[in-house]
Structures are given as structure tokens and as C-alpha cells.
């Protein structure tokens, strides 16, 4: 990995944070949540060196444990507090950071000011953040999600993403297994070829679950994954539908709400509760999703990277990532899609669902106003 030490630390100069409210071009259901606007709060990190780098902290409640406010607190004390402090080697400022900030219920917080912090340090040492992270490629191809509603409005979804070359589709369900396949039939009535993911955010039963890989598999519409079918603390319920899902339907099972730290991802790569570790930055940041990586790749599990629903600020540090380390088999950062405006100047290219990151330092990405 990248991120040598220059010659002269650079220092922490000043720290910015602010709201960023971005209305959904519609409400965004899922078995858990209901999402009609991104209330995040955006983070900006300028460094001794005149650099300056960009983070979002990613807030959906219940999925995270900060609303705004709470988040916005912690964030203007971690702005006072972080000054001064050198930003390089990275490794012991994030563990600063982490011990300031402990706890499940501020990692949000903690991943916003991961992503400004190592992209300032990036532009610093003039390199992008996928070079920064290893290098191994500068794209990636994401899916689309379809939330939860009427099966009508599944099918013009599926049929508009087919046409802009989204070949994966990933599906909210968990609230009514009935309504559920209604509604995947429809995606591959207008969709034929695509690839199903299902993401059930805690919803069914295992016994659900399981009744709704097999109708799926005697209609012909296996999916390629089903992601956290049951309540995060169901250790056994996810193991009993991940031996299943695998022995009788040939479908790997992702840990999500299951997998909010590397602790989690031990677990559960200890005890074959899953197959695929789905990471986003929100519940682990970057510090935590680099040991899950390093995790998956010990127990040869495979990896997924997602987000909750974000600007591009988080999307395209997420996906420099994701091209930078390699071996994500599952990319699931689709949400600046799904807004109704894009705040952010500069950043990655997306042409459908293939994203080029590029060649400008850092990732490249700054909101168009910035308020101390």
C-alpha cells in the first residue's frame, strides 16, 4: 500500500463541518427504513501543507446509530480537538481518532473523518486514493438497487436501468416474502438477464428465507446473493441460511447489519456464519475495513463493499478503495444515483454502472460551498 511518510509531518491546520441535505429523487424503502432525504454531515481536513481532503459521515437511522445532530456534535468536537495533531504516519492519527471518538455509536463520525484525513494525505503526497491503497485498478462496476415497492414500478426501474447497461440489479425485500418474489418477478420480466442480489436488511425468519430461495429457484430466478436475511444478533438463524442457501440453492449468503467491525468479521469468518463480508465504511471506516479485508482474504471469504445512502463524497472514496486494494467480488455504490441533485464538484466519472476514478490526487471530490 501506498501513503509513505514525507520527509516534513504534515499537521492537522484546520478541520470544517457542515450539514449535507440532498433530497432522493424518491423514497427509498428497505424492510428497516424509510429514506426520502440524505441528511449527512460533510467533513473537510486541511492540512499544514495547503491540502485539503473530503469526507462524509453517513447517517440512516436505525441502520446507524447517529441521527444528524448527534452526528454534527461530535463532529464540531473532533474539529476542535484534531488541530495540531500530525497526519502522517495515518495509521496511529486514525487510532487517535478512535480513541477520542469510541464506540459503535459514533463510527460513522469516525469513518467521515477517515476519508478527509487520508484523502488531504493523498493529494499531499500528489497520488490518487486507489494508487494510494495498492493500486490495483482505477474502475469499478457497480449494481443498482431497486427498493421496495409496487411490483409496476420495480419493472420501469429494471427496464431503465437495463437501458443505461446495469447488468446486476440488487433488490430490497424483507417486509412480505409474498410481495417479495411478486416483485422480483416483475425485475425479470423487464430485466431477463440480469443478476439478482437480494437484500433482506434483517427481515425474514430463517424459515422465510429459506421458503424464498426455494420459490425463487422453482421459478428459475435464483439470485447470486442474499445479503443479512435475518436480525444482526441471529448468529445461528444467518449460519442455519447460509449452510442452506449453499448446500440446496447454490447461493452465497453476505453478513451486513451482521458485520458492523472487524471483531464482527472475525466472528463470523471463525465460525462459517457467511460467506461474503459486506463493508461499509459507516459502520467500520476505513481503519476497520482494511483489517476486514485482510480478514476475508485470511479465511477466504469474499468481500462486498456497499454504503447507506450517500453523496458522491463517500461513494467515490469507497470505490477508490474497492479499485485500489482488489478483490471485492460484489460493489454495491449506487446511492448518488438515487438523489435528486449532486452537490459535489469534481470526483469520479460514471458512464451507466462503470465508474473511472482517474488520475487526480486524492479522489478528487470537494462540495461546491464551504462553511467554517
Known amino acids: 500500500m501506498a501513503g509513505s511518510q514525507p520527509n516534513t509531518l504534515p499537521l492537522v491546520a484546520k478541520v470544517n463541518v457542515q450539514a449535507l441535505n440532498v433530497p432522493l429523487l424518491s423514497p427509498f424503502t428497505v424492510a428497516s427504513a424509510v429514506v426520502e432525504q440524505v441528511n449527512n454531515v460533510a467533513v473537510q481536513v486541511m492540512l499544514s501543507t495547503g491540502h485539503s481532503g473530503w469526507g462524509e459521515i453517513s447517517i440512516m437511522p436505525p441502520i446507524t446509530a447517529e441521527d444528524q445532530p448527534f452526528a454534527l456534535d461530535a463532529a ?60 490495483a485498478s482505477d474502475r469499478v462496476t457497480t449494481d443498482i438497487t431497486i427498493p421496495i415497492c409496487p411490483p409496476q414500478e420495480a419493472a420501469a426501474l429494471a427496464f431503465t436501468y437495463k437501458q443505461q447497461g446495469f447488468e446486476t440489479i440488487k433488490t430490497k425485500v424483507g417486509k412480505e416474502p409474498k410481495d417479495d418474489i411478486i416483485r422480483l418477478r416483475a425485475i425479470r420480466f423487464s430485466h431477463p438477464q440480469c443478476r439478482l442480489i437480494l437484500d433482506a436488511n434483517e427481515g425474514y425468519t430463517p424459515n422465510e428465507a429459506l421458503d424464498v430461495l426455494r420459490l425463487l429457484q422453482d421459478a428459475g430466478m435464483s439470485p447470486i446473493l442474499l445479503e443479512q436475511p435475518v436480525a444482526r444478533d441471529d448468529w445461528e438463524g444467518l449460519k442455519e441460511v447460509t ?16 458485520c458492523r467491525s472487524a471483531a464482527d468479521a472475525r466472528r463470523i469468518a471463525e465460525n462459517r456464519i457467511a460467506n461474503v463480508l459486506n463493508i461499509k465504511l459507516a459502520k467500520c471506516g476505513v481503519a476497520g475495513a482494511l483489517e476486514t479485508v485482510a480478514i476475508a482474504k485470511e479465511y477466504g471469504l469474499e468481500l462486498m463493499m456497499g454504503g447507506m445512502v450517500e453523496t458522491r463524497l463517500a461513494m467515490g472514496f469507497a470505490a477508490h478503495l474497492v479499485a485500489g486494494v482488489g478483490g471485492f467480488r460484489y460493489v454495491d455504490l449506487d446511492t448518488p444515483l438515487l438523489l435528486a441533485s449532486d452537490p459535489v464538484q469534481g470526483g469520479y466519472s460514471a458512464s451507466g454502472p462503470h465508474y473511472s476514478l482517474g488520475s487526480t490526487t486524492g479522489h478528487g471530490a470537494s462540495l461546491a460551498v464551504v462553511e467554517s
Do not use: C, T
Request: proline share 5%; aromatic share 10%.
Open 243 to 258: 449452510q442452506q442457501a449453499n448446500r440446496v440453492y447454490g447461493v452465497s449468503v453476505a453478513a451486513d447489519e451482521s
Open 76 to 135: 464540531k468536537r473532533v474539529a476542535q480537538w484534531l488541530p495540531g495533531h500530525a497526519a502522517n504516519p495515518w495509521q496511529a492519527v486514525l487510532k487517535e481518532v478512535a480513541a477520542h471518538i469510541p464506540g459503535h455509536q459514533y463510527a460513522a463520525v469516525r469513518a467521515g473523518f477517515e476519508m478527509a484525513l487520508l484523502d488531504a494525505l493523498a493529494q499531499s503526497q500528489e497520488v490518487p486514493l486507489w494508487r494510494f491503497f495498492g493500486g
